[in-house]
């Protein structure tokens, strides 16, 4: 299971049944890593500074040398789909589509930062005005 190597110059590009099958492969490969709550193999940053650090020009990722046991069966679960992507697609649309997905992923940890700080402060704002609004006790001498 050879990754497919990239096309000779002026070569045609990939027929219609060759795309499918690389598409396919990549949204089997991505469910799984979906379902493992991962990135890319071997990517899965857990703190949002982590999550800002990914350049996803220059993905860097783990080997499975570097990781405890259990990280290695966690991080390392969809082997065998990512080896099914690499061989059915293009390595340069292996490379564009993982450095989308970590963009997508980016994006999405960002937004959903930005709506829990706009709750936050609404919240706070709410629980200010609520405070101010409630009558206050008599408290002057008589």
Not at 57 to 78: F, H, P, Q
Request: aromatic letters at 8%; one cysteine or more; a neutral charge.
């Amino acid at each position: 299971m050879a990754p497919q190597k990239p096309p000779p110059p002026g070569s045609a590009p990939p027929t219609r049944s060759a795309r499918a099958a690389c598409w396919a492969a990549r949204d089997a490969y991505f469910d799984c890593l979906d379902s493992n709550n991962l990135w890319l193999e071997g990517l899965a940053p857990a703190t949002y500074d982590e999550v800002v650090a990914v350049d996803p020009t220059k993905i860097k990722i783990k080997s499975e040398k570097e990781l405890s046991g259990a990280d290695r069966n966690r991080l390392y679960s969809c082997r065998k789909m990512r080896e099914m992507f690499e061989k059915d697609c293009l390595p340069s649309w292996v490379s564009h589509f993982s450095s989308l997905r970590v963009k997508e992923k980016q994006t999405e940890a960002m937004r959903m930062k930005v709506e829990k700080e706009e709750q936050d402060v609404q919240k706070a704002d709410s629980d200010f005005w609520e405070r101010v609004s409630k009558p206050q006790p008599n408290t002057t001498p008589a």
